[in-house]
């Protein structure tokens, strides 16, 4: 069954440095996805990207974030000076048409600043 | 440090039962809704979904019921087995827009 993938699985930043999270969406879908979900509590729309910009994005996504389709696979979310409070799980989604169905997630990435 | 976040609330079944888990959504826009499964350390995973021209859809084991007139959605999962145990998330989206609004989760508990 095609999946969405992320890496790392894992990361720790200090605070203040950049992090590029990674992820492979899945071949033949158009629509990207970024969510986050801090310990605890629900998971939180970031940014929607098609044909290459940013569709919709929430009031979270503010001027530190930033998503980037650099070739035909990868699709990469960028926090360019992180804070403790961007600690949380980043989940990566995909989707074959506008609106589902589904949305197929990936495994996320735990990202941890320190 | 101590993490503070929200209470889920918990429904513990024996396996066999059937289980019934509620969503409350709030804006009556929403035309399209989805239920996910997340386990411990992994992403969400899509079971169901359904549009609001409909108010029931079934899957293997699983049933959504839509009642858009008290903005309610429920997802039955009959025969419930321990590997059903897990947070249950329903989510969702305006026609006008892109994003999910994920609801705050149940955790199911399957006992043998």
């Known amino acids: 069954e095609p999946e969405v993938t992320q890496t790392p699985s894992h990361q720790v930043t200090q605070m203040g440095q950049e992090v590029i999270l990674r992820c492979v969406p899945i071949?033949?879908?158009?629509?990207f996805y970024w969510y986050r979900q801090i310990l605890g509590q629900k998971v939180e729309f970031l940014v929607s990207?098609?044909?290459?910009?940013?569709?919709?994005k929430s009031e979270i996504f503010d001027d530190q974030f930033s998503v980037e389709r650099p070739d035909g696979s990868n699709f990469t979310l960028k926090i360019r000076s992180t804070k403790l409070e961007d600690s949380a799980m980043y989940f990566c989604?995909?989707?074959?048409?506008?609106?589902?169905?589904?949305?197929?997630f990936g495994s996320g990435t735990r990202l941890t600043v320190v | 440090g101590e993490s503070v976040g929200l209470h889920l609330p918990t429904l513990s079944v024996q396996e066999g039962d059937n289980s019934i888990i509620n969503c409350a959504y709030s804006?009556?826009?929403?035309?399209?809704f989805i239920w996910y499964k997340q386990e411990s350390g992994k992403g969400p995973q899509f079971i169901i979904d359904?549009?609001?021209?409909?108010d029931k859809r079934q899957g293997q084991r699983v049933t959504v019921l839509l009642n858009k007139t008290v903005k309610h959605l429920s997802l039955q999962i009959a025969a419930t087995q321990p590997g059903d145990s897990a947070v249950y998330f329903c989510?969702?989206?305006?026609?006008?827009?892109?994003?999910?609004?994920f609801g705050k989760g149940t955790s199911l508990l399957v006992t043998p």
């Open positions: 989604a995909s989707s074959e048409m506008d609106r589902g169905p589904g949305y197929t």
């Open positions: 071949s033949n879908h158009l629509y």
């Open positions: 990207f098609y044909n290459n910009e940013i569709s919709e």
């Open positions: 804006n009556s826009a929403s035309d399209y």
């Open positions: 359904i549009r609001s021209n409909m």
């Open positions: 989510a969702e989206n305006v026609n006008s827009g892109y994003a999910l609004n």
